[in-house]
Structures are given as C-alpha cells and as structure tokens.
C-alpha cells in the first residue's frame, strides 16, 4: 500500500475538514468551556458526525462499520485536531472501540460495536492509576465472586470517563503491581452499584475522569480477552490508540503554526511585516522541516495499521510517531505562543489553545522521554 492516500481518502479528509471549519470550531470549545458544558462536547455536533459515519469508519461490516481503515479515520482526526473539536470520537472510537475489536469475544463484537458505530455507545478505558503512564502498573483487584468478579480500586485520567456508557477496566486478578501478566479487562456500567465517576477539569478542556471501584460486581461474560492475559490486548490497542493521538496532534500543531505564519505576515514593527526578520524566518522554517517529518510518521504508522504489518513494527512506529508528532507540537505551540508576543497569552487568542492541548496531548498514553525510552527497548537496546 503506497504510504500516500487515496481518491476516497482525500475525498473524506476535505469533508472532515469543511465540517469541522463550519461545525466545530475553536469558538464552541471556548463556549463549552465558558458555559460549564455537563457533557464537555456537543450532542447535535456529535450526532452529525456519526451520522457522517465517522465513528464507524474503521469496523467491519458485519459490525456495523464502513472497513473504510485506520487511515481514513486518522485523516478525520486530523480535522479535528485542527480545531481541537470536542467529542468522544477518540476515547470510543480509537480506544474502547479498538480494545473491543482486538480482545472481545464474537458475542461482545456483536452487540458493542454496532451501538458505537451508531453513536449510541460511548466507551472509556480505565487503566491508568497514577500521573505517568504505565500501563502495567495496575493495583486495582478484581476478585472471583460466585460466577463473576468483585473490582475495587482507583483509576485517574479516564478520557470521557464521565459520560461514557461503558467502561473497560483493568483490575489485577493475579500477579503484583507492575507485572505485565495478571490484567484483565472488564467492560463495567458506569452507572453501576459502586462506580463513582468524578469528572476533572483538564487544561485543554478534554473531558476526563477520576473513576472508584467499590466492590463492583460483574459477571464472567464481562471479561474481555483472557483471563490475565489483558496485556496481550492492550499493547496493540495502545498502539493504534498512541497512532490516533497522534494524527490529531499533528492537525493542530499545523493549525497552529498556519495561524502563527499569518500572524507574521500581518503584525508589523518598524513599518514592515515582522515575518520579513531573517531570525523569524529560520525559527518558521525549522517548524515546517519538524512538521514534514511528523507528517511522514503519521502517515506511515496508519499505513502500517492498514497494511497488518507485524506488531513489533507497528509498536516502533507507535512510539516514533507519539515522540516525534509530541516533541514538534511541543516545538510548535511554544514559538506560536512567543511570535504572537504578550497578545498570545492572553485568551482572547485561540493561539493559547494549542499549547494547552499540547501539554494534555503529549501526557496521553505517554509522553516523549517514556516513547524515546521505549523505542530503544524495541530495537534492542
């Protein structure tokens, strides 16, 4: 598959990217945010986009999807990257939804992926336990009951958490924290006796959750995957999942650094565009060599999805894009915010958006120095 794409999937980026100019912009995350928003996004805007199928792009048929790849949903989440749009399109679809296509049971795929793809399901995992990500530090215990499971436990930084219908959690049935064998996955309702969901305030205003597990009950069909054997589902889940974080991080970080462009051309001092001083012109062009190259890891990771390739090449890839694509929004965001000047940390400016959803970004199923390290890990060293 050449690493490029195709007619249908230029078509569908254009798409995304005129429904997300004139639906979703910058403006109504501004109001969600100012107004409180209970939800965090908006219904109707979410609404509109499962009815454009996005959230059915990458399932199978038979599953209620469109088998249309995860190229063609990553050139969506490129869109709305651009103007940081509100939904729960990567916490259901790119995460929950991948978990439960890679590990569920025929059963769970039938009943569970049809209603995402339709919209009527959200879905959010529920792994993470501390302020870093490490996805096998789980200390959260799921304890055999009768026929089922008893979970107990904490889980912080729950993307969606708060209005997710379901959640998938890991819990520990064996094995100490830290261990990589010994996780299980659970698909639990938010709404049942002993989950309590409280929603945190992020930033970048991406909904998310502190989640507690008291006593919980749940039966034995709620186990997704093997019985201590979560890790073998969540290892290419998170991949794919680090790959769709990415693809959205390098549509904003190029919206950000086109609005930072235009400012240049339009602020001037001593009577001339201050994009004419040679300093700035380096500063500028060292962003759009770092933003070609993010470009080509993205690109090239949701080929290697599309593709199949093995998943030891599809985790380096994973962590070069997670680092590259954090490292040049990281790059990115920060001159935006200082060639604006003192304009630019004001919130007047949607500049100052950008850095915060870089700073939220980069944190999400780990940040540069925890995909550096990994990457050499991968290749040996």
Not at 46 to 73: C, Q, R, S, T
Not at 160 to 186: E, M, P, Q, W
Not at 306 to 329: I, Q
Not at 345 to 364: L, N, P, S, W
């Amino acid at each position: 598959m050449p690493m490029i794409l195709n007619e249908e999937q230029t078509m569908l980026k254009d798409s995304a990217k005129d429904f997300c100019t004139n639906n979703a912009p910058i403006s109504q995350l501004r109001d969600l945010r100012d107004s409180d928003n209970a939800d965090g996004f908006d219904r109707a805007t979410w609404n509109a986009m499962v009815e454009l199928g996005w959230a059915a792009i990458p399932w199978a048929e038979d599953h209620g999807g469109l088998a249309f790849g995860y190229k063609g949903l990553g050139v969506v989440t490129e869109e709305t990257g651009r103007t940081l749009s509100a939904s729960p399109l990567y916490a259901s679809v790119w995460v929950g939804g991948t978990i439960i296509n890679l590990g569920g049971s025929d059963a769970q795929k039938a009943e569970l992926l049809p209603q995402v793809a339709a919209g009527s399901l959200l879905l959010a995992l529920a792994l993470e336990e501390g302020h870093r990500h490490a996805p096998y530090n789980v200390a959260a215990t799921a304890q055999s009951a009768g026929d089922g499971y008893k979970i107990s436990g904490s889980k912080t930084f729950v993307l969606d958490g708060h209005v997710a219908d379901k959640l998938i959690v890991a819990a520990r049935t064996s094995g100490n924290s830290g261990d990589r064998s010994g996780i299980t996955l659970f698909v639990v309702d938010r709404e049942a006796d002993g989950v309590t969901v409280t929603r945190t305030r992020m930033a970048d205003s991406r909904n998310a959750a502190n989640i507690e597990f008291k006593d919980v009950t749940v039966g034995a069909d709620a186990v997704v995957g093997a019985v201590d054997g979560a890790a073998d589902v969540l290892d290419p889940a998170l991949d794919i999942a680090r790959i769709g974080i990415s693809a959205e991080m390098l549509g904003a970080l190029q919206e950000c650094f086109e609005r930072t462009v235009e400012y240049l051309k339009e602020r001037k001092q001593f009577g001339v565009p201050i994009g004419s001083f040679q300093a700035l012109k380096h500063r500028a062009a060292n962003m759009f060599c770092e933003i070609e190259l993010s470009k080509s890891c993205v690109l090239e990771a949701l080929t290697a999805l599309d593709e199949a390739r093995d998943a030891e090449e599809v985790a380096k890839l994973a962590s070069l894009t997670k680092a590259k694509v954090g490292e040049t929004f990281n790059l990115v965001s920060r001159e935006g915010i200082q060639m604006h000047g003192g304009i630019g940390m004001t919130d007047e400016f949607d500049i100052g958006f950008f850095i915060k959803r870089a700073a939220v970004t980069e944190q999400t199923f780990g940040d540069v120095n925890f995909h550096r390290n990994r990457y050499g890990e991968l290749e040996g060293y």
